[in-house]
């Protein structure tokens, strides 16, 4: 839902044919990671590290040669889109780079009720040896012995994208030579990586430390609306006008018995029909497009939306007498949106915590 990637529409043509087109969808889902996101971080965000002047202007570089509010924002949106987002500060050279880890690629290994203090990150690469392509994959196992914080890399080498592959030495790829197969680090009070999740248990699966979508429980309502704008787009599309005209009015002849086309011919508007020469009749075949029932059925799976994800009435759908609601309206007002925004917010508060701590 969040890529908008939907299989073709299969339907039977006049003739009883089976035909296939591109399903159109709204992508709804993405539309409202993009406004929650937009809401939870912006270029308004600040923070500030108390009592500790150096350590507040370190950070603050840090995050200000990373462009870190803006590329939080937009990972922020896979995050809530996919259940979970992680940021891993990491060396390079003499800086500090944040590595966004997104949900497909991050695997717990021990948890708590209230985190996850072990994990392993896969993270991939492609080379090109001659006419191949290669895929590497680097597998970061973080883990705990005793007080001591361990780091151990695994690089996996395979010709096929959709499998890990073979071990292979990290020197086998330049871009990973320098690591070191087995860390063990001292004076660490968390993790390296820190793991943001959205706001909310948990249903699919009770035991998981992992988060949910924010739209997970709204998966049927979001295929309500892509139908309703599938089957409207391919109204508009089966609508276009046509008007029926004798066929021998198409297929007309000069003096020379040399075919002449009087019609446009990069118009499709002109059907021919058979018909006889004493029945020349032109008729109109177009038809009304049902665009106030299309309409009012996809605000109505709209407004079902913004209930199930927490949002209040009118944020998405389009209301005649006040529009659209603004941003600065939605965190002015004690609505649902905003209410769900402080509840996310917590959650993302604490993250950006724990990433200046890990910093």
């Given amino acids: 839902y969040f890529e908008g990637k939907f299989k073709d529409v299969a339907y039977r043509n006049t003739y009883g044919e089976i035909r296939h087109r591109p399903y159109t969808s709204l992508n709804m889902a993405q539309v409202l990671v993009r406004r929650m996101a937009s809401l939870l971080v912006n270029e308004q965000m600040t923070f500030t590290i108390a009592d500790n002047k150096s350590a507040d202007e370190y950070v603050h570089d840090v995050f200000s040669k990373n462009d870190f509010v803006k590329n939080f924002e937009r990972y922020l ?11 891993r500060p990491y060396i390079d050279g003499n800086e500090i780079k ?9 695997f717990p290994l021990q948890s708590n009720a209230n985190d996850i203090s072990e994990a392993a990150i896969a993270t991939k690469t492609t080379t090109v040896e001659g006419n191949n392509t290669v895929y590497w994959t680097l597998l970061e196992f973080h883990s705990w012995n005793g007080n001591k914080y361990v780091i151990d890399n695994e690089l996996y080498r395979s010709m096929d994208a959709n499998a890990v592959g073979v071990r292979q030495t990290l020197s086998a790829n330049e871009i990973y030579a320098n690591l070191a197969d087995h860390s063990e680090l001292d004076n660490f009070t968390r993790p390296l990586f820190v793991y943001l999740k959205p706001f909310g248990f948990n249903n699919r699966d009770i035991t998981s430390p992992l988060g949910l979508s924010i739209f997970d429980n709204a998966r049927s309502t979001l295929r309500q609306i892509n139908d309703a704008y599938d089957q409207f787009h391919w109204e508009v599309k089966m609508g276009q006008r046509r008007v029926m005209v004798p066929e021998n ?36 075949l177009s038809t009304d497009i049902r665009a106030d029932q299309f ?3 996809i605000n109505q ?14 944020t998405f759908s389009f209301d005649a007498a006040n529009g659209l609601k603004t941003a600065t309206e939605v965190v002015s007002e004690n609505s649902m949106t905003y209410q769900t925004r402080n509840s996310h917010l917590n959650n993302v508060e604490r993250a950006l915590q724990e990433l200046v701590v890990t910093v």
């Fill in 301 to 314: 799976f709209i407004k079902t939306l913004e209930m199930q994800t927490g949002l209040s009435a009118g």
């Fill in 249 to 284: 009015l198409t297929q007309m002849t000069n003096e020379r018995g040399e075919f002449v086309q009087l019609f446009d011919t990069d118009q499709n508007v002109y059907v021919g029909l058979n018909s006889d020469m004493d029945d020349i009749k032109i008729t109109d």
């Fill in 98 to 106: 944040i590595a966004y880890v997104q949900a497909p690629v991050f």
């Fill in 77 to 87: 949106e896979s995050g809530l889109a996919l259940g979970g987002l992680a940021m």
């Fill in 295 to 297: 309409i009012q059925s």
